[in-house]
T-cell receptor, first 115, second 114 residues
Framework: AQSVTQLGSHVSVSEGALVLLRCNYS??????LFWYVQYPNQGLQLLLK??????LVKGINGFEAEFKKSETSFHLTKPSAHMSDAAEYFC?????????????FGQGTELSVKP | KAGVTQTPRYLIKTRGQQVTLSCSPI?????VSWYQQTPGQGLQFLFE???????NKGNFPGRFSGRQFSNSRSEMNVSTLELGDSALYLC?????????????FGPGTRLTVL
C-alpha cells in the first residue's frame, strides 16, 4: 500500500522567507501526487498536482513542487512567505489510475508565518 | 462555476442515532468521494462513487454507507453513531475517476456526537 510522510508537523517561517514543506511517498507504481491547503474551518483547496510530464510543477499562490523519483519526494516550496500562507498543508498520493478518488494523505504540516 | 456544496455544515447528534450528510458536486463532475478528518487519524478515505456505482471503499465499518444519485449528488449515512464518529466529513468531486483532474473539496460537515 502506498503511504505519505510529511516531515515536520509544524513549520514556522518569517514573512518574506523561503517556505519548504517536505513530502516523501512510497509507491510501487508511477504516482500521481498532490498538495492541498486547508484554512481554518474550511475544506481542502488543490494547490498543485503532478501527473505526468514536467517534474517541476507550478501551482496557485506562488507555490511550486518538484517530483524527484530517485528520492521519492515531492517537496512544496514558495520563495517568499506571506502572512496569508498560514494554514495546514497536506501532501497526497493516488493509489492508481483507477482510484483517483482514493487519495492517501500525509498527516499534514501546519505553517505559521511570523511578521 | 459553483463549488462543491455540503449540507448541513454543522450537526450535533447523540450516541446511537443515525445521520445523513449530503453533497452536491461541481456541475459536470460525475465522481464523488467522501473523507473523514479527525485530529488523531487525519484524513481517511471513506468511499468513491461514479455513475451511481461505488468504485472504491475505505476501511470503515458497515455503519458507514453512501450512495450517488443520477444527478451525481451523493449522500452518506452513518448509523448507530459512536463518540468516535465525531469528525469533519469532507466530500470531493472530480470530472472522472482517474487521478489526473484532482479532487475538489467542499467545506465539510462538522459532526459532533454526544
Amino acid at each position: 500500500a502506498q503511504s505519505v510522510t510529511q516531515l515536520g508537523s509544524h513549520v514556522s517561517v518569517s514573512e518574506g522567507a523561503l517556505v519548504l514543506l517536505r513530502c516523501n511517498y512510497s509507491s510501487s507504481v508511477p504516482p500521481y501526487l498532490f498538495w492541498y491547503v486547508q484554512y481554518p474551518n474550511q475544506g481542502l483547496q488543490l494547490l498543485l498536482k503532478y501527473t505526468t510530464g514536467a517534474t517541476l510543477v507550478k501551482g496557485i499562490n506562488g507555490f511550486e513542487a518538484e517530483f524527484k523519483k530517485s528520492e521519492t519526494s515531492f517537496h512544496l516550496t514558495k520563495p517568499s512567505a506571506h502572512m496569508s500562507d498560514a494554514a495546514e498543508y497536506f501532501c497526497a498520493v493516488s493509489e492508481g489510475y483507477n482510484q483517483g478518488g482514493k487519495l492517501i494523505f500525509g498527516q499534514g504540516t501546519e505553517l505559521s508565518v511570523k511578521p | 462555476k459553483a463549488g462543491v456544496t455540503q449540507t448541513p455544515r454543522y450537526l450535533i447528534k447523540t450516541r446511537g442515532q443515525q445521520v445523513t450528510l449530503s453533497c452536491s458536486p461541481i456541475s459536470g463532475h460525475r465522481s464523488v468521494s467522501w473523507y473523514q478528518q479527525t485530529p488523531g487519524q487525519g484524513l481517511q478515505f471513506l468511499f468513491e462513487y461514479f455513475s451511481e456505482t461505488q468504485r472504491n471503499k475505505g476501511n470503515f465499518p458497515g455503519r458507514f454507507s453512501g450512495r450517488q444519485f443520477s444527478n451525481s449528488r451523493s449522500e452518506m449515512n452513518v448509523s448507530t453513531l459512536e463518540l468516535g464518529d465525531s469528525a469533519l466529513y469532507l466530500c470531493a468531486s472530480s470530472l472522472s475517476p482517474e487521478p489526473s483532474p484532482g479532487l475538489f473539496f467542499g467545506p465539510g460537515t462538522r459532526l459532533t456526537v454526544l
